[in-house]
C-alpha cells in the first residue's frame, strides 16, 4: 500500500478525496458536504448541523489558553457557521477527551466556559461523550439550528454584480495569535517576565474569547435582507472568497482599501513587519461573516455601522482578484492557516 | 485550586458535575442530558441528536484493529443509540483528528468502512472536521435520527411488572477483547508466532465490527410494540438495568439463567477460568437493545427468536436485583467498563 503524507492534500483536497462516492439516502437531506452545515428538511424548518474539532497542540497551546475561554471558544465556533446559514442555533452536544493531567476542575473550567457561551447565546447543551484520552485535550462541539425555508443562506447562491460584504473588522485574530506566542518565547527565556499586554487586550480576546455574529443576522433580518451567500470566515478572507466563488460558480473582485482592519491589528502588524492586509486575507479565526447581496440592498445595508461592502461578485469564476490600494490586480490564493501543515501555506 | 483526579468520579459522576444547572431556551428541546441521545421537537417528528467519541489507546488498540473495521464501529455505536429511543437514523456527522503518522491512505480505509455503515443502515454522512492532532487517533461521530411522537421510548418509563427484555446475546464483544489482548501478548513475546483465532471469529467481529439492532426495532414496530422504556447495552448489562431502574424510579429482577450467552462467549470465559455471566453483566460493547414492555405484550414477544426475557420490573427502586442460576439473590453494581479507570471497577 502506498504511503501518501496527509500534508500532500491540505485539508480540503483530504475532505474531496474521503467523501467522494458518498451516497444519499434520506429524502430530508437538503444540503450534505459542503458548507458551513448540513441542511435537513425536518417540516416546519430546516435542521443545520455542524461539527467543529479544537485540538491541544493544533488549535491551541494550553500554555496561554485559559481554559474558560476555550469552552467558550468550541461553542462559539460552531454557532458561527450556524449563522452563516442566516440560521439560528438551538442546541449543542460536546465531547470532550483528556489526559490523566486534566483534573475535575479543570474539566469544570471548560464546561462553564461552555455554559456562559450556550447562556449567552441562548442555546441548550444537550449531552455529550466525556472520556479519557491517552494525551492531550480533545473538544469536538455539533451545534444545530433551524432556518426559515426561503432564508437558508448557501456558499453557492452569489449572482453576478451582488455586492460583497463583511462584519466587523479582519485579522484581529491572527495578530492576537502572533502576541500570544510572542509572550510564550519571551516567557520561556525569562520566566520571571512580567508583560505588559494590556495594549493588546482587543485582539488577544478575538484571538482567546472571539464571538459569534448573531448580531449581524439579527440586523440582516430586521431590514428584510437575504444574503444570496453566506460564510463565516475562519481560515481568512481570502480563502472564504475563493470559496464561495467556487460553489457559486462565480469570480469576485474585492478592493484592499475597503477592508476593515482595526487599528490595533494594524499596529501589531506593524510590530511583525507584516502588512496588515495580509492579517485579514490569510489569518483566520476571525468569526465574522462574509457574505454577498443584491445591489438593490444597497440602501439597505450602505450605512450599517458594523458592515463594511468590500467588493462585488463578477460573470467569470476564474476572476478572483484583489485590487491592491495602489490598484495592482492580484490573484487571491486561499493561504490560509491548515492544521495539517501547521502553518500558513506558501 | 484542588486538583481532583478525573478517577475519583468516574464518567457518570463526572458527567453529572459537569452539567448541573445547565440551562434550557429552545422550547423545541424535549430531553437533554440523560438518554441515549437528545430529543428535539421539529415539528412533524422529533429529532434524536446524540455523539460518542473513540480514542486510541482508550477505546481500540490500533495493533489489532483494523481501520476499516473502527470506521465502520464509529458509526455503528452511534446508531445504536438512536435505536435505543425507538427511532430511525438519518444523518452522521465525522470529526477525524489524526497525528502525522497516519497516511492518507489510512484515512480512506476509516472512510471506506464508515461509508459502509453508512450503506447498510441507510444513512447519510453529511459532514464533519478533519484536523491534525498532536498524538493519536480520535474519532467523534454525531448521529441525527428521527422518531415518531408516540414512539419515542427513554431510559425513564419503565412500570412496575413490566418485562425485561434484551436482544441478541451478551458478553461476546468482551469475550473477542480478551483474546485480542492475548493474542496480543503472544505477538509481543514471539513476533513469528502464527495464532488460529478463527475458531473465535464470532466474538472477534462483535469486537470490532459491532452490528446496531436495527433490525430489532423494526421487528418491534411491526409486533405493534412501542417498548416502555429502552436503552442500548455498551457498558454491561448491569450498568444498563440500574440506568433504566434509576430513570424510571422502579427496581428490577433479573435472572441469570435467562441471560443469553453465546456458546464462543462461554468458551472463552471458560479459558480465561471467568463465569460467563460476568461477561454478560460488566462486559459491555455488546450494542444490544436492553428495553421493557408491558405484560400485555407478552404473546406477542413470547417466541421471537432474537429477543430474550430476562427479568421484570419491580416497585421498589432499591431494589435491583440478580437471581443466580442456583437461586440466591445478588444485588447488581455498574462495573461496566469506565474509561477514566481503564479498566472494570471493582
Known amino acids: 500500500m502506498s504511503k501518501t503524507p496527509v500534508t500532500s492534500l491540505g485539508e480540503f483536497g483530504l475532505i474531496d478525496l474521503l467523501t467522494a462516492n458518498v451516497k444519499q439516502y434520506d429524502n430530508g437531506t437538503i444540503k450534505g458536504i459542503g458548507d458551513d452545515t448540513a441542511a435537513i428538511d425536518t417540516g ?17 497551546n494550553i500554555m496561554y489558553t485559559p481554559l474558560r475561554h476555550l469552552g467558550y471558544k468550541s ?11 442566516n440560521g439560528t442555533p438551538t442546541q449543542v452536544i460536546v465531547g470532550i477527551a483528556v489526559s490523566s493531567r486534566y483534573t475535575v476542575e479543570a474539566l469544570e473550567e471548560i464546561y462553564e466556559g461552555m455554559k456562559l457561551a450556550c447562556d449567552k447565546y441562548k442555546v441548550d447543551l444537550v449531552g455529550g461523550d466525556t472520556t479519557s484520552s491517552a494525551s492531550g485535550l480533545f473538544i469536538s462541539v455539533t451545534a444545530l439550528g433551524k432556518v426559515g425555508k426561503g432564508k437558508i443562506t448557501y456558499r453557492s447562491g452569489a449572482q453576478s454584480n451582488d455586492l460583497i460584504c463583511v462584519s466587523g473588522n479582519l485579522g484581529a485574530a491572527y495578530a492576537g495569535l502572533l502576541i500570544l506566542e510572542r509572550e510564550k518565547e519571551v516567557f520561556k527565556a525569562n520566566p520571571q517576565a512580567q508583560p505588559d499586554i494590556s495594549q493588546f487586550s482587543y485582539v488577544l480576546e478575538r484571538q482567546l474569547k472571539p464571538e459569534a455574529r448573531q448580531d449581524v443576522v439579527e440586523l440582516l433580518q430586521q431590514k428584510g435582507i437575504v444574503p444570496t451567500a453566506m460564510i463565516d ?11 464561495i466563488s467556487k460553489a457559486s460558480g462565480k469570480g469576485a473582485v474585492i478592493y484592499e482599501e475597503k477592508i476593515p482592519v482595526d487599528m490595533q491589528t494594524a499596529t501589531v502588524a506593524h510590530d511583525f513587519k507584516i502588512d496588515p492586509t495580509t492579517f485579514a486575507l490569510n489569518g483566520g479565526e476571525d468569526y465574522e461573516l462574509l457574505f454577498c447581496v443584491s445591489q438593490q440592498d444597497y440602501e439597505k445595508i450602505k450605512d450599517v455601522e458594523s458592515i463594511s461592502i468590500i467588493g462585488h461578485v463578477t460573470d467569470n469564476p476564474a ?11 492580484i490573484p487571491l490564493r486561499a493561504q490560509g492557516w491548515d492544521s495539517f501543515r501547521g502553518e500558513n501555506r506558501e
Not at 44 to 60: M, S, W, Y
Not at 75 to 85: E, F, K, Q, R
Not at 233 to 243: F, K, P
Request: net charge negative.
Open 233 to 243: 470566515i475562519s481560515d481568512g478572507l481570502a480563502s472564504e472568497v475563493l470559496h
Open 44 to 60: 416546519d424548518n430546516i435542521t443545520l448541523l455542524t461539527k467543529d474539532l479544537l485540538v491541544e497542540g493544533v488549535h491551541f
Open 75 to 85: 461553542i462559539v465556533v460552531n454557532l458561527s457557521d450556524i449563522y452563516a446559514m
Open 319 to 329: 476572476q478572483t482578484d484583489l485590487i491592491s490600494t495602489s490598484g495592482n490586480v
